[in-house]
Structures are given as C-alpha cells and as structure tokens.
C-alpha cells in the first residue's frame, strides 16, 4: 500500500526553467510534507517542508505547493540549475509516521 | 556539530551469512531510523528506536532486526542474507523522531550492501 506515490521516476529541464516535481499521498493523518535531495554517495538532505495549514512555503528557488483537498502536493524549481540535478524524494509526516514516495530523477540539462 | 555516521560505508557478504550495520547519531539526538533504499522502490522504513526502544517497524521479516544504545548509537543486523536484500542502508536521527513534530531527519551517507 504506497501510501505516498511519486508517478513521474524522472524528469529531464533545461536550465533556467522551471521544474515541478508531483507528490500525491492517500492518507488523511499526514499533516506535515517534506521534501529531501539525494545526491549519488550521499544521504538524503532535507530540502523544503510545509505544514497542512498552509497551502505555500517558500524558500529561495524552491516553493512547495500544497492541495489538502486533492491530496496533492508539489515542489517548483525556478529557475532549474545544473546543480539541483538529484532524486528528490516526498515525504509525509503524521501519527508518528514518516513515509517517503519513491523518489524522482530529476536532470537538468545546461 | 558532527553529522550522522553509518559504518561500513560499503560491504560484500554472501548468501546465508548475517551482517551488523552501525550508525551513530547526531549529538543529542534520541530517535534514529534505518532505511533501505533501492532503485524503484524508494526509501522504505525499517524500524525507529527512541530511548533503546523500539517506537515504529516497518513491513519487513523477521531477519531484520535493530537496538539502540544508552548513548544513542544503534545497529541493525540482517540474519540469513539474500540477494534482495543488496540495497543501501540509510541511518537517520532526529531530535523528536520520523513521525513527532516537523518530521525532518538527518541523513548518514549510508552502507552499501552487495549480497552474491
């Protein structure tokens, strides 16, 4: 049961555009969302997070995106760098349970 | 401050034989997490111990087991390895834990394990 999903395994930019990076997630309880960037060799880094009561965080490129009602959230990179290139993996936080998606490739081509 | 350390950050093992990973936190930190991740499937949960015990498990068999010490250190241990189980092992620690409050963890780099 994938509780959150990330549909789209990669997703390839050219730099200076904008990238969108998809999450949807099943469970109701999930009231906070992050964000993590995995470069290859290293650990997951925490990127971005948004609490359920808002709709909008921002933090510099980045700017996630939340749709309570659709269940829905997405992280906006603007403008896409070389250097962002990684997995960026979702992640939903709730009754003391962290559940991550399975992560998207994104490549951005300069 | 030192971040989180996983050692050995790479290992071979065979079929059949056992293997211990260690991880040892960020100072401070009370809630450590184990992860496995391989290519498809994601970061898939384990187990988290907070304060040597063991808070959340994951949807994994048995052969997979962890502790966690009195200064936070922790282990996992894989009995009766196979090849599925080839992955990179993540090790995580937080203040509150995986699912308390914000949520957010901090990463080690890893142990890459390669099961022939």
């Known amino acids: 049961d994938q509780q959150v999903k990330q549909n789209s395994p990669s997703l390839s930019v050219q730099e200076g555009r904008i990238s969108i990076l998809n999450c949807d997630y099943t469970?109701?309880?999930?009231?906070?969302f992050l964000w993590y960037k995995k470069y290859p060799a290293e650990g997951p880094t925490f990127l971005i997070s948004?609490?359920?009561?808002?709709d909008k965080n921002e933090d510099g490129r980045f700017t996630v995106f939340l749709n309570k009602s659709a269940k829905h959230l997405s992280l906006h990179i603007v403008p896409s760098q070389p250097g962002d290139s990684a997995v960026y993996f979702c992640?939903?936080?709730?009754?003391?349970?962290?559940?991550f998606g399975a992560g998207t490739i994104l490549r951005v081509k300069s | 401050k030192a971040g989180v350390t996983q050692t050995p950050r790479y290992l071979i093992k065979t079929r059949g034989q056992q293997v211990t990973l260690s991880c040892s936190p960020i100072?401070?930190?009370?809630?450590v997490s184990w992860y496995q991740q391989t290519p498809g499937q994601g970061l898939q949960f384990l187990f988290e111990?907070?304060?040597?015990?063991?808070?959340n498990k994951g949807n994994f068999p048995g052969r997979f087991s962890g502790r966690q010490f009195s200064n936070s250190r922790s282990e996992m241990n894989v009995s009766t390895l196979e090849l599925g189980d080839s992955a990179l092992y993540l090790c995580?620690?937080?203040?509150?834990?995986?699912?308390?409050?914000?949520?957010?963890?901090?990463f080690g780099e890893g142990s890459r394990l390669t099961v022939l």
């Open positions: 995580a620690s937080s203040l509150r834990g995986a699912g308390g409050g914000t949520g957010e963890l901090f």
């Open positions: 469970n109701s309880m999930f009231d906070y």
């Open positions: 948004i609490s359920s009561i808002k």
């Open positions: 992640a939903a936080s709730g009754g003391n349970k962290l559940v």
């Open positions: 100072s401070g930190h009370r809630s």
């Open positions: 111990y907070f304060s040597e015990t063991q808070r």
